[in-house]
């Protein structure tokens, strides 16, 4: 509409500029000016990551929300809250990895590049406005990762995980351009606006834009890892390095769950259709996420179990969203942005715990790397206890405001069923999350009391910082709360 | 008015100095030192509550009866913040100044004060020193709040927290299993009690919708019994003798009457000042407040009424048998304390509120004068509790006997010690009450009599029969479990008087044992006059002529003291009444000394068939029941988990092929509304 003026346009994606400039320089200077010196790489990394979390904040103190580029970009409060929370991922596990990349020898300056670059895609799915935009905001995002799950050069694992995110991952993309194709020959438009508008005045909904839709959740869903399209998660979570685990646990559920709070906004004239496959997929995900958790034996993949789990609950908020309350649809997208807080902060707390523990001989993964932790490292053993907790729903953590808001978002829009299933299956969760707490506290080390952590002090601050977040966010969910009220 | 949140304040911020502080300024200063300032700190801030009580009291007394009612904060600088605010139930933390919660102040701070100066002294060799002020600056805060208080619940904390000092303190010297064992026993008959108690406190927020006694708008639960009216009408006598009885229940739990007080003679386990101070003086009197408190509700229930004065002068009689044959002297004052705590619920009972908190203020004086009394004994007799071992300590230790006699004359009812007035009141009053009222008296005189002759029998064994004692021998197998297990040094051996700081509490007591009931005197009752805005009005006919009552009250008091005088001179030597053979074969005798053999019983039934029931549940229904219901979940989640693992092939095509599916899946369900309008 009024997209004339580029320089407008371009002022509107001023953090992700940023960004890409800031990908470039480190790209080039890493090779060229500061060679070996991976800590400016990493500092200026971040630093961008921070410029950009500042021009957003800018944003959202100001509060407008324009769009840009013909409408196929939408800085919205949705879009802006999401991108914060991407930004935050980011700069975590920017200080996550400063020192496990050089412990493990793997301390290579694209690592940096391709995760900011990650970040923009996922950026780019918060904020699109139109079907092309998103999924090339995916790819951008998918690319930097699977190239980051392979980092690992060395170890086979590593290899695997990367080759095999890639293929499904590939394999998830094309049901996702099919379904964008399929939309666009149902209503004639990429544009959400242009859609909703279009829908809204239909009287009965073409199948052809229903099958398309079905496909949108397939391509999502993958990214989400909800069942049954997670079947790559835990091999991915388990094989690729932590830290690259960390962010990508973070990061690509961030930008999966904007996109299908967005899409499914836009379609909620057509719920009826596809509604029930959302509530089937919510019940499949949290039953069998959580029942699955409890029998693995490797941290990682418990967590990546765990993480599926999540999507689950994430999704009850999704189909929470449906009602014709206002409030209650309000309650529930706030309820989906908490928990996305709260789950970005304990998962990639909980990673890294594991990637301060890592030294360059051994890399913490197993149950019984923890074994007996509290004896050997009690600091991190005692934070890993409070990630634990939060991810078990236990006050007064975030995960349990967050785990609450959704529980009260889906009761008031009247969805008590889905309501009792998460309840029931919280209690299952807590079991496996307080085996960790078990191991670390309560068994014998297995391992000589001698190994120190190696990882010093960003991974530990990074960390720390979660631990505070999860504490705080939990005492006083009012602080953040008033953050993604926004959205109203 | 303003520095009303200081009174329970000061001992609080006491409570915290001791407590995180006192080790290290023991360990800093020294031993001797280090005491001397803990004892002086702890002493210090309960009299400085009391002289805000007294400036409080000034400012009261400068008000007209009607509104002697004021609502302050016990918070800082006045503030506000609800304590609970959910639904309608709001509760603040407000204190009520009134005649009633200012008297209890007074008692609490004050006898409080004179004790807390007596354990200075008596607790000097103790290595704990630090730790006892810390609790019993922690029960000043805890019973200043039950008294203070402006609702139920609020109360209902500083009742809790008085407990738990109790507890603390009944097992102060917690080495010895005995000394837990009575800490255990007290805050479980507790219990039992506080189940009413709560329960009662939700009754009246179901009744009433409050929890406030009383507030400035008359909405307060009591403003509304004064008149009668619930919120959604009448006041029914069902609802107020449920909740009466209720609060009843848990008064009898913390005020040791029958069934509930065979914990507070266990409690003497404590060091004699907890027995003074809690024991005696104030907590257990507690039950009375709060019965006095709530008066206007429970005026409206002539059934509760009638219970409360028959547990009270049943107790009053039946502890007093008790006491009659018990060898421990502190024993002996535990049995009288609950006998006494029974004519004041008698006073209670008979609508004669003010009467019976008159009893509570004489009685902290001249059973906290007791106890302290005894545990001078005690301390001269280094560490023996055994009066059959005492004997002529009449010259041994004059103050402490001098001091002792004022008490024992008290207790027994000669004019014009304190006991004297406020006891005829309650029987007095007794005579006015509609119900029985002569029989209620007859009890109440006769127990009396028996009051009598126990104390006596106490003065006669400790301080004039001849010694039964060596000197060299004392102090030699220092103490057996028992009391005072201060060690002694040289210079303590054979018998000696205490010191100064526990002298002077010992006067000030007597002193007050002396003439405190010469406020209450028929005719010119001031005290009755200070309380009257605090208490329900119960109309009493017309009963004895007060004259008759006094006099009647003296001669009981001083035939029994006679008798027992002129008994125990015939026994200078043995200082015993009964002889061995007499001993095992008079019945009465042993039912008394074996206390009715109701601890047996309590025992037997409660622990021992108790344990059975509970060994029961804990075997049977919780192991084999509800810990198998739970595994059996666990291990179907466990095994289902193992299941569906294995789809987890590691496999890209396998994984691509369940994607597939879902896809399928996914895509029928999102066309299933058409395929159904399809075939219809």
Same mark, same amino acid.
């Given at each position: 509409?009024?997209?004339?003026?580029?320089?407008?346009?371009?002022?509107?994606?001023?953090?992700?500029?940023?960004?890409?400039?800031?990908?470039?320089?480190?790209?080039?200077?890493?090779?060229?000016?500061?060679?070996?010196?991976?800590?400016?790489?990493?500092?200026?990394?971040?630093?961008? *990551?921070?410029?950009?979390?500042?021009?957003?904040?800018?944003?959202?103190?100001?509060?407008?929300?324009?769009?840009?580029?013909?409408?196929?970009?939408?800085?919205?409060?949705?879009?802006?809250?999401?991108?914060?929370?991407?930004?935050?991922?980011?700069?975590?596990?920017?200080?996550?990895?400063?020192?496990?990349?050089?412990?493990?020898?793997?301390?290579?300056?694209?690592?940096?590049?391709?995760?900011?670059?990650?970040?923009?895609?996922?950026?780019?799915?918060?904020?699109?406005?139109?079907?092309?935009?998103?999924?090339?905001?995916?790819?951008?995002?998918?690319?930097?990762?699977?190239?980051?799950?392979?980092?690992?050069?060395?170890?086979?694992?590593?290899?695997?995980?990367?080759?095999?995110?890639?293929?499904?991952?590939?394999?998830?993309?094309?049901?996702?351009?099919?379904?964008?194709?399929?939309?666009? +020959?149902?209503?004639?438009?990429?544009?959400?606006?242009?859609?909703?508008?279009?829908?809204?005045?239909?009287?009965?909904?073409?199948?052809?834009?229903?099958?398309?839709?079905?496909?949108?959740?397939?391509?999502?869903?993958?990214?989400?890892?909800?069942?049954?399209?997670?079947?790559?998660?835990?091999?991915?979570?388990?094989?690729?390095?932590?830290?690259?685990?960390?962010?990508?646990?973070?990061?690509?559920?961030?930008?999966?769950?904007?996109?299908?709070?967005?899409?499914?906004?836009?379609?909620?004239?057509?719920?009826?259709?596809?509604?029930?496959?959302?509530?089937?997929?919510?019940? /499949?995900?949290?039953?069998?996420?959580?029942?699955?958790?409890?029998?693995?034996?490797?941290?990682?993949?418990?967590?990546?179990?765990?993480?599926?789990?999540?999507?689950?609950?994430? /999704?009850?908020?999704?189909?929470?969203?449906?009602?014709?309350?206002?409030?209650?649809?309000?309650?529930?997208?706030?309820?989906?942005?908490?928990?996305?807080?709260?789950?970005?902060?304990?998962?990639?707390?909980?990673?890294? &715990?594991?990637?301060?523990?890592?030294?360059?001989?051994?890399?913490?993964?197993?149950?019984?790397?923890?074994? +007996?932790?509290?004896?050997?490292?009690?600091?991190?053993?005692?934070?890993?206890?409070?990630?634990?907790?939060?991810?078990?729903?236990?006050?007064?953590?975030?995960?349990?405001?967050?785990?609450?808001?959704?529980?009260?978002?889906?009761?008031?829009?009247?969805?008590?069923?889905?309501?009792?299933?998460?309840?029931?299956?919280?209690?299952?969760?807590?079991?496996?999350?307080?085996?960790?707490?078990?191991?670390? *506290?309560?068994?014998?080390?297995?391992?000589?009391?001698?190994?120190?952590?190696?990882?010093?002090?960003?991974?530990?601050?990074?960390?720390?910082?979660?631990?505070?977040?999860?504490?705080?966010?939990?005492?006083?969910?009012?602080?953040?709360?008033?953050?993604? $009220?926004?959205?109203? | 008015?303003?520095?009303?949140? /200081?009174?329970?304040?000061?001992?609080?911020?006491?409570?915290?100095?001791?407590?995180?502080?006192?080790?290290?300024?023991?360990?800093?200063?020294?031993?001797?030192?280090?005491?001397?300032?803990?004892?002086?700190?702890?002493?210090?801030?309960?009299?400085?509550?009391?002289?805000?009580?007294?400036?409080?009291?000034?400012?009261?007394?400068?008000?007209?009866?009607?509104?002697?009612?004021?609502?302050?904060?016990?918070?800082? !600088?006045?503030?506000?913040?609800?304590?609970?605010?959910?639904?309608?139930?709001?509760?603040?933390?407000?204190?009520?100044?009134?005649?009633?919660?200012?008297?209890? *102040?007074?008692?609490?701070?004050?006898?409080?004060?004179?004790?807390?100066?007596?354990?200075? !002294?008596?607790?000097?060799?103790?290595?704990?020193?630090?730790?006892?002020? %810390?609790?019993?600056?922690?029960?000043?805060?805890?019973?200043?709040?039950?008294?203070?208080?402006?609702?139920?619940?609020?109360?209902?904390?500083?009742?809790?927290? &008085?407990?738990?000092?109790?507890?603390?303190?009944?097992?102060?010297?917690?080495?010895?299993?005995?000394?837990?064992?009575?800490?255990?026993?007290?805050?479980?008959?507790?219990?039992?009690?506080?189940?009413?108690?709560?329960?009662?406190?939700?009754?009246?927020?179901?009744?009433?919708?409050?929890?406030?006694?009383?507030?400035?708008?008359?909405?307060?639960?009591?403003?509304?019994?004064?008149?009668?009216?619930?919120?959604?009408?009448?006041?029914?006598?069902?609802?107020?003798?449920?909740?009466?009885? /209720?609060?009843?229940?848990?008064? *009898?739990?913390?005020?040791?009457?029958?069934?509930?007080?065979?914990?507070?003679?266990?409690?003497?386990?404590?060091?004699?000042?907890?027995?003074?101070?809690?024991?005696?003086? %104030?907590?257990?009197?507690? $039950?009375?407040?709060?019965?006095?408190?709530?008066?206007?509700?429970?005026?409206?229930?002539?059934?509760?009424?009638?219970?409360?004065?028959?547990?009270?002068?049943?107790?009053?009689?039946?502890?007093?048998?008790?006491?009659?044959?018990?060898?421990?002297?502190?024993?002996?004052?535990?049995?009288?304390?609950?006998?006494?705590?029974?004519?004041?619920?008698?006073?209670?009972? &008979?609508?004669?509120?003010?009467?019976?908190?008159?009893?509570?203020?004489?009685?902290?004086?001249?059973?906290?004068?007791?106890?302290?009394?005894? +545990?001078?004994?005690?301390?001269?007799?280094?560490?023996?509790?055994?009066?059959?071992?005492?004997?002529?300590?009449?010259?041994?230790?004059?103050?402490?006997?001098?001091?002792?006699?004022?008490?024992?004359?008290?207790?027994? $009812?000669?004019?014009?010690?304190?006991?004297?007035?406020?006891?005829?009141?309650?029987?007095?009053?007794?005579?006015?009450?509609?119900?029985?009222?002569?029989?209620?008296?007859?009890?109440?005189?006769?127990?009396?009599?028996?009051?009598?002759?126990?104390?006596?029998?106490?003065?006669?064994?400790?301080?004039? %029969?001849?010694?039964?004692?060596?000197?060299?021998?004392?102090?030699?197998?220092?103490?057996?479990?028992?009391?005072?297990?201060?060690?002694?040094?040289?210079?303590?051996?054979?018998?000696?008087?205490?010191?100064?700081?526990?002298?002077?509490?010992?006067?000030?007591?007597?002193?007050?044992?002396?003439?405190?009931?010469?406020?209450?005197?028929?005719?010119?009752?001031?005290?009755?006059?200070?309380?009257?805005?605090?208490?329900?009005?119960?109309?009493?006919?017309?009963?004895?002529?007060?004259?008759?009552?006094?006099?009647?009250? %003296?001669?009981?008091?001083?035939? $029994?003291?006679?008798?027992?005088?002129?008994?125990?001179?015939?026994?200078?030597?043995?200082?015993?009444?009964?002889?061995?053979?007499?001993?095992?074969?008079?019945?009465?005798?042993?039912?008394?000394?074996?206390?009715?053999?109701?601890?047996?019983?309590?025992?037997?039934?409660?622990?021992?068939?108790?344990?059975?029931?509970?060994?029961?549940?804990?075997? !049977?229904?919780?192991?084999?029941?509800?810990?198998?219901?739970?595994?059996?979940?666990?291990?179907?989640?466990?095994?289902?988990?193992?299941?569906?693992?294995?789809?987890?092939?590691?496999?890209?095509?396998?994984?691509?092929?369940?994607?597939?599916?879902?896809?399928?899946?996914?895509?029928?369900?999102?066309?299933?509304?058409?395929?159904?309008?399809?075939?219809?």
């Amino acid at each position: 509409m009024n997209g004339v003026n580029i320089s407008e346009d371009l002022y509107q994606i001023l953090p992700l500029i940023v960004l890409w400039g800031a990908a470039c320089v480190i790209l080039m200077g890493d090779v060229i000016l500061w060679k070996r010196s991976r800590g400016i790489t990493a500092f200026l990394s971040l630093a961008s *990551c921070l410029v950009a979390m500042w021009l957003v904040l800018q944003r959202v103190v100001s509060g407008d929300n324009t769009s840009a580029f013909h409408d196929s970009i939408l800085n919205d409060p949705l879009a802006l809250i999401t991108t914060i929370a991407l930004l935050v991922t980011a700069s975590l596990s920017i200080l996550l990895a400063w020192s496990y990349l050089k412990n493990r020898g793997m301390n290579h300056g694209e690592y940096y590049v391709l995760l900011i670059l990650s970040v923009t895609g996922a950026m780019l799915m918060a904020s699109a406005n139109d079907l092309i935009i998103l999924f090339i905001g995916l790819e951008i995002l998918s690319f930097s990762l699977y190239i980051l799950a392979g980092f690992s050069r060395n170890e086979v694992k590593s290899q695997e995980s990367s080759l095999k995110y890639f293929l499904l991952g590939a394999f998830a993309s094309a049901f996702l351009l099919y379904g964008i194709a399929m939309i666009y +020959g149902g209503t004639g438009s990429i544009n959400f606006d242009v859609i909703a508008k279009e829908i809204q005045g239909a009287t009965a909904p073409n199948p052809m834009l229903m099958i398309g839709i079905a496909l949108l959740l397939v391509g999502l869903g993958f990214k989400a890892a909800v069942i049954p399209f997670h079947q790559w998660t835990p091999d991915v979570y388990e094989g690729a390095p932590t830290s690259v685990t960390a962010y990508m646990a973070g990061a690509a559920k961030i930008g999966a769950f904007a996109a299908i709070l967005r899409v499914f906004n836009t379609l909620m004239p057509f719920h009826e259709f596809w509604v029930p496959a959302i509530y089937i997929i919510a019940v /499949l995900t949290m039953v069998f996420g959580n029942l699955l958790a409890i029998t693995q034996t490797n941290v990682k993949r418990m967590l990546a179990y765990s993480s599926i789990a999540h999507a689950g609950y994430l /999704l009850v908020a999704v189909v929470s969203m449906v009602t014709s309350n206002v409030t209650a649809h309000d309650q529930a997208i706030e309820g989906a942005l908490f928990y996305l807080f709260a789950y970005i902060f304990m998962t990639i707390g909980a990673f890294g &715990v594991l990637v301060y523990l890592s030294s360059h001989d051994k890399d913490y993964q197993t149950f019984d790397d923890i074994r +007996g932790l509290a004896r050997r490292h009690p600091l991190p053993a005692y934070l890993m206890m409070f990630f634990m907790l939060s991810l078990g729903g236990i006050p007064p953590t975030m995960g349990f405001v967050g785990k609450w808001l959704i529980f009260i978002a889906a009761i008031h829009s009247g969805q008590v069923g889905l309501a009792i299933v998460m309840a029931l299956v919280s209690v299952a969760a807590v079991y496996y999350y307080l085996k960790v707490v078990w191991m670390m *506290c309560f068994e014998a080390p297995t391992k000589a009391p001698s190994d120190i952590p190696a990882n010093g002090f960003p991974a530990l601050l990074s960390v720390t910082f979660c631990a505070i977040a999860t504490v705080i966010f939990g005492v006083l969910p009012d602080l953040m709360i008033n953050i993604t $009220g926004l959205i109203r | 008015m303003s520095l009303v949140w /200081l009174i329970p304040g000061l001992p609080l911020i006491g409570f915290l100095f001791h407590a995180f502080l006192g080790k290290s300024i023991v360990k800093s200063m020294g031993d001797a030192n280090g005491k001397k300032t803990i004892g002086a700190i702890a002493t210090g801030v309960v009299f400085a509550s009391l002289l805000i009580s007294v400036m409080v009291f000034m400012d009261l007394m400068k008000l007209a009866p009607m509104d002697q009612r004021q609502y302050v904060s016990l918070l800082p !600088g006045g503030a506000r913040i609800p304590w609970i605010s959910i639904g309608s139930l709001h509760v603040y933390y407000m204190g009520i100044i009134d005649p009633l919660s200012l008297l209890m *102040c007074f008692i609490v701070t004050g006898v409080g004060g004179v004790i807390h100066l007596y354990a200075t !002294g008596y607790m000097a060799d103790d290595k704990d020193y630090p730790r006892f002020f %810390t609790y019993f600056n922690l029960f000043i805060f805890f019973m200043l709040m039950l008294v203070l208080s402006e609702n139920i619940l609020l109360m209902f904390v500083g009742w809790e927290g &008085v407990g738990l000092c109790s507890y603390l303190l009944i097992s102060f010297w917690f080495e010895d299993v005995e000394n837990s064992k009575a800490g255990n026993k007290a805050f479980i008959v507790n219990r039992i009690g506080d189940l009413g108690f709560s329960i009662g406190v939700m009754t009246i927020f179901a009744v009433f919708g409050t929890l406030s006694f009383y507030t400035p708008q008359g909405t307060g639960f009591l403003d509304m019994a004064a008149k009668g009216i619930t919120p959604h009408g009448m006041l029914s006598v069902g609802a107020a003798t449920l909740i009466a009885l /209720l609060l009843f229940m848990g008064a *009898c739990g913390k005020s040791a009457q029958f069934p509930l007080y065979v914990w507070l003679p266990d409690a003497m386990a404590g060091p004699t000042p907890v027995s003074a101070l809690i024991h005696a003086a %104030t907590m257990v009197t507690a $039950g009375v407040v709060m019965i006095t408190r709530v008066s206007p509700l429970i005026v409206h229930s002539p059934i509760a009424m009638m219970v409360i004065a028959c547990v009270g002068v049943f107790t009053a009689f039946y502890a007093a048998t008790i006491a009659m044959t018990q060898n421990d002297i502190k024993k002996v004052l535990a049995y009288s304390t609950v006998s006494q705590l029974g004519y004041m619920f008698l006073g209670c009972g &008979v609508g004669a509120f003010a009467a019976g908190m008159f009893h509570v203020t004489t009685h902290a004086f001249f059973k906290g004068l007791l106890f302290l009394g005894a +545990g001078s004994v005690i301390h001269a007799m280094s560490g023996e509790q055994d009066m059959r071992k005492m004997g002529g300590l009449k010259d041994r230790i004059p103050v402490t006997f001098w001091t002792m006699v004022c008490a024992w004359l008290a207790i027994s $009812g000669i004019p014009p010690f304190a006991g004297f007035w406020s006891k005829d009141e309650i029987l007095g009053s007794a005579t006015g009450f509609p119900q029985y009222g002569m029989a209620l008296y007859a009890v109440g005189m006769f127990t009396a009599l028996m009051t009598a002759f126990y104390m006596t029998r106490l003065m006669m064994k400790t301080f004039w %029969t001849k010694p039964r004692y060596k000197d060299e021998e004392l102090g030699a197998h220092s103490s057996h479990g028992s009391d005072d297990s201060h060690s002694h040094d040289a210079k303590h051996h054979g018998v000696h008087e205490s010191p100064p700081s526990m002298l002077i509490s010992l006067v000030i007591l007597a002193i007050l044992s002396v003439i405190g009931g010469l406020v209450g005197i028929p005719g010119h009752n001031l005290f009755d006059k200070f309380l009257a805005p605090s208490v329900a009005p119960y109309p009493l006919k017309d009963g004895m002529p007060v004259p008759i009552g006094m006099l009647l009250g %003296t001669a009981f008091g001083a035939v $029994g003291i006679a008798v027992c005088v002129v008994m125990y001179n015939r026994r200078q030597e043995t200082g015993d009444l009964l002889s061995p053979k007499e001993k095992a074969s008079n019945a009465l005798y042993k039912g008394s000394l074996n206390l009715w053999y109701v601890d047996a019983a309590y025992y037997k039934f409660f622990v021992t068939e108790g344990g059975k029931v509970a060994e029961f549940i804990w075997q !049977g229904i919780d192991r084999a029941l509800i810990d198998g219901i739970v595994n059996f979940v666990a291990g179907l989640l466990g095994f289902l988990s193992e299941l569906f693992r294995r789809f987890q092939t590691g496999y890209i095509r396998a994984y691509a092929f369940m994607m597939l599916a879902g896809v399928v899946a996914v895509v029928i369900s999102v066309l299933w509304p058409f395929l159904r309008h399809l075939h219809i």
